[in-house]
Each structure stands twice: as C-alpha cells, then as structure tokens.
C-alpha cells in the first residue's frame, strides 16, 4: 500500500534552516508529482510546493518562494524540502502528499521560536 513518512521537523530559531524529508513506498515514486502542504495551529492546510514527477517542474506558496526549495531524488523515493530564512509564521506541521490520489503522511512538526 502506498506509504509516505515525513521526517526532518523540530525546533530552530528564527532565521534557521530545516530540510524535511518524504520516504515513499508502495507506488513508482518516478511516475507522480508530489507536494507540501501544512497545517499551522487555528488554520486551514494549506499548499506550500509542489514538484512534477522528473523534477524539473516546481511550484511554490507565495510567502515561501526564495526561502523553501523543493526537490526529489527517483532513485531513493524521497522528496524534499529545504526552508530557509525561516520564520515563525512558518510554525506548522508538514504533510507531504502524492498529486494524485488522496495519500498523505502523517506529518512533521516544524516550530520557529526564540
């Protein structure tokens, strides 16, 4: 069955950087975009970026267009998510999802504070 397993969140300070990760199994990782997306304390989820299914295709949330940079390595069946520069209105948990289908991991838990 399809699997995905975010890792990578904590705590950092204003500032900082964070790299998430997205492990996935049970699918051909290669033939699917796959997203970020989260969800901050009182908010809706929302998209944060997404990345076609070579890579060569991104898209990103406004407010995090130059800091965040996603990626995907096929070979490992993981995708990425470097932020930068973060902030703590970025303090949310990620959740990285498969485009197609209704398949999301169970989320990270980013926090930005001082």
């Known amino acids: 069955q399809v699997q995905l397993v975010e890792s990578g969140g904590g705590l950092v300070q204003p500032g900082g950087s964070l790299t998430l990760s997205c492990a996935a199994s049970?699918?051909?990782?290669?033939?699917?975009?796959m997203s970020w997306y989260r969800r901050a304390p009182g908010k809706e989820r929302e998209f944060v970026a997404s990345?076609?299914?070579?890579?060569?295709?991104?898209s990103y949330l406004d407010s995090v267009k130059g800091r965040f940079t996603i990626s995907r390595v096929n070979v490992k069946n993981t995708m990425y998510l470097q932020m930068n520069s973060l902030k703590p209105e970025d303090t949310a948990v990620y959740y990285c999802?498969?485009?197609?289908?209704?398949?999301w991991g169970q989320g990270t838990q980013v926090t930005v504070s001082s």
């Open positions: 999802k498969r485009t197609t289908g209704d398949y």
């Open positions: 049970g699918f051909t990782f290669s033939y699917y975009g």
């Open positions: 990345i076609s299914s070579s890579g060569s295709g991104t």
